[in-house]
């Protein structure tokens, strides 16, 4: 049974920084592409980023150069370094694996998800 647990997120200013978390366990995390979404209030869920199981690394035009994603394979665990901080990047974050590997921007390709966790950066 797959699990991925999200920790990191809170409330912040703009141009603060925070780092997410994923924890893993039940699947062999080291051949899964992980990727990063977020879901604002009344919108769809969108791409953040995403690593590969080579650790290729991806990122939404809105967050390049100030999100950094990585995985920690002895640890089963994927990170959200988020900089530069703006009240449009609040949103619930999710984490989601998937089993093949691949870099993907639509959440239909990955076949597992967390919880989220919520980040709310105030102007």
């Known amino acids: 049974q797959a699990q991925l647990i999200e920790s990191g997120g809170g409330l912040v200013q703009a141009g603060d920084s925070l780092r997410l978390s994923c924890a893993v366990s039940?699947?062999?995390?080291?051949?899964?592409?992980m990727g990063w979404f977020r879901q604002a209030p009344g919108k769809e869920r969108e791409f953040v980023a995403a690593?590969?199981?080579?650790?290729?690394?991806y990122y939404a035009d809105s967050v390049k150069d100030r999100f950094t994603i990585s995985r920690d394979n002895a640890k089963n665990t994927v990170y959200l370094q988020m900089n530069s901080l703006k009240p449009e990047d609040t949103a619930v974050y999710y984490c989601?694996?998937?089993?093949?590997?691949?870099?993907?921007?639509?959440?239909?390709?990955?076949?597992?998800w967390g919880q989220g966790t919520q980040v709310t950066v105030s102007s």
């Open positions: 690593i590969t199981w080579l650790t290729t690394t």
């Open positions: 989601a694996a998937d089993r093949e590997g691949r870099y993907s921007r639509g959440p239909n390709e990955y076949d597992y």
């Open positions: 039940g699947i062999m995390f080291r051949r899964y592409g």
